[in-house]
């Protein structure tokens, strides 16, 4: 049996499971604003400024057949969430706090 504190604490863990949960949909749905090098990302094509973010693997078959896997890397890519264009970046990319 649980005790009634120990219900109590799990009920609140579940609220923010819950809360946080709704909040990552909700940055997922309208996406988040994002900085890359000091500079606010907005859309190339149509000024929008949210984004969802991805990650792509900057990979070609001549490196890895040349056994230069290490040259390989990460790429993070921001999808407009207007327009949908795509940008790259070979660096990561920081998230805009919203709360500023
Ligand atoms: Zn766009």
Known sequence: ???KKELE???IEGEKIAQSMQKDWEDQKVGLEYIAGDVEVSCVH???NKFEQGKALLNTRGLTFLDL???NNDATTLICKRCGFIHW????VVEKDSED
């Open 9 to 11: 604490r799990m009920r």
């Open 1 to 3: 049996m649980f005790s």
């Open 46 to 48: 149509c000024k929008h």
């Open 89 to 92: 970046f070979a660096r990561s």
């Open 69 to 71: 896997d290490w040259l």
